[in-house]
Nanobody
Framework: QVQLQESGPGLVKPSQTLSLTCTVS??????????WSWIRQPPGKGLEWMGA???????YYSPSLKSRTSISRDTSKNQFTLHLSSVTPEDTAVYYCARAPGPYPYYGRDYRGKGTLVTVSS
């Protein structure tokens, strides 16, 4: 059974870069056909797909966040990492990592971490 777990700081200051890591167990992030994504949910709002990294290493980003977002991976640790730069309080949200069937917004709960709250505040 594939399991995902987010980790990273719970508080980030405005203008800094938010970095979160997702550790995957029970399956390889290089397994054919899977995409490893980040989604978020601001307080009181809906889910927002941020981007994904493919089993091949190719990356895909939401157009609205592309200028501030990058996703990388460490295959030796079976982890992938989100970097979101120049954060503002509007980036306060619960951040989830998930496995998706494609490089597009996918909000299925079947393979998703429990989420981690990141607050942007000085």
């Amino acid at each position: 059974q594939v399991q995902l777990q987010e980790s990273g700081p719970g508080l980030v200051k405005p203008s800094q870069t938010l970095s979160l890591t997702c550790t995957v167990s029970g399956g390889s992030i290089t397994a054919n056909g899977y995409y490893w994504s980040w989604i978020r949910q601001p307080p009181g709002k809906g889910l927002e797909w941020m981007g994904a990294i493919a089993y091949s290493g190719s990356t895909y980003y939401s157009p609205s966040l592309k200028s501030r977002t990058s996703i990388s991976r460490d295959t030796s640790k079976n982890q992938f990492t989100l970097h979101l730069s120049s954060v503002t309080p509007e980036d306060t949200a619960v951040y989830y990592c998930a496995r998706a069937p494609g490089p597009y917004p996918y909000y299925g709960r079947d393979y998703r971490g429990k989420g981690t709250l990141v607050t942007v505040s000085s």
